[in-house]
C-alpha cells in the first residue's frame, strides 16, 4: 500500500501573494496530517517564492510523519539541510524562470556534484531521494552516486494528449520503477499527478510514495484541505 506526501508549497504560494501571514503552510500540514497524509513536502526555492525558511523550521518541530525537503543541490540549501534535518531530502532541478519545476535533474551530467552533496548529507544523518526522469541510465547512475530513493517524474504521463502517448509514459515509469527496485531504490513518484490519473498510476507496485501538491491544494481550496487529503488518500491506497 502507497503513502501519499502531501506539498504544501501552493498555499504559501497565495500567502506571498500579498506578502500575508494567511494562510499558513504550516497549519495546511498539519491538517493534512490529520485527513491521513503520511508525509509533508516543500520546495525551499533560491529565490524564496513561496515557501520561507521560517516555514521549514516549524514545519521541522510540528510535523509528525515524515518532513521531504525538495531543494537544488547547492552549498546554500546543503546547510540549510544539515541545520534542519528533514526526514528526507529530496534533489531537484532548479531554474529561477520557471513556474514548477520542469522535468527531472540529470544526474549524469552533474554526477560529481551530487556525489559530494549526497556525501555531505549522509554524513549528516538524512536520506537523498533524487527527482528524476524515467530513463535507465539516470536511475544507474543514482544508484552509482549511493542515492537512497528516486522520486520518477511523473508530468509527462500527466500531460500526455492521447490515450497511444499515455500508455507509452506508463510503460517507461513501470519499466523505471521496476529498474530501481531492481537495483535496491526507493520508489516514489511525483509531479502532475491528480485525483484521475492516480489511478492507473497506483497499478506500478513499486511506487512506494506519492508526493502530490497542486491538485490537492486546487480541490481543498473548494471543499477544504481535510476532505481533498482524504479523498486522495483513498484513491492512492485503493
Known amino acids: 500500500m502507497a503513502r501519499l506526501a502531501v506539498n504544501v508549497d501552493h498555499v504559501a504560494t497565495v500567502r506571498q501573494a500579498r506578502l500575508a501571514s494567511e494562510p499558513d503552510p504550516v ?54 539541510a544539515l541545520r534542519i534535518r528533514p526526514d528526507l531530502v ?55 552516486v549511493r542515492a537512497n530513493c528516486v522520486e520518477l517524474h511523473t508530468g509527462t504521463f500527466a500531460e500526455a494528449q492521447t490515450p497511444m502517448e499515455r500508455a507509452e509514459e506508463f510503460e517507461r515509469l513501470a519499466e523505471a520503477a521496476r529498474s530501481a527496485h531492481h537495483q535496491e531504490l526507493i520508489v516514489h513518484a511525483g509531479h502532475g499527478i491528480d485525483y484521475r490519473n492516480v489511478k492507473r498510476l497506483r497499478a506500478i507496485h513499486e511506487v512506494e510514495e506519492f508526493s502530490i501538491g497542486h491538485a490537492v491544494i486546487a480541490r481543498a481550496v473548494l471543499v477544504g484541505m481535510e476532505r481533498a487529503v482524504r479523498e486522495m488518500v483513498a484513491l492512492v491506497n485503493s
Open 90 to 144: 529530496t534533489l531537484v532541478p532548479e531554474k529561477r524562470q520557471e513556474l514548477t519545476t520542469e522535468g527531472g535533474l540529470d544526474v549524469l551530467l552533474h554526477e560529481d556534484n551530487i556525489r559530494d552533496v549526497i556525501a555531505r548529507l549522509h554524513h549528516g544523518g538524512i536520506p537523498v531521494s533524487l527527482f528524476i526522469n524515467a530513463d535507465i541510465n539516470q536511475i544507474r547512475t543514482a544508484h552509482r
Open 27 to 80: 497549519t495546511a500540514a498539519a491538517l493534512a496530517e490529520l485527513a491521513g497524509a503520511q508525509g509533508v513536502v516543500v520546495h525551499l526555492r533560491e529565490d524564496r517564492r513561496h515557501i520561507q525558511d521560517r516555514d521549514v523550521a516549524i514545519l521541522r518541530q510540528t510535523v509528525k510523519t515524515r518532513l521531504n525537503l525538495e531543494m537544488a543541490a547547492t552549498p546554500e540549501m546543503v546547510e540549510m
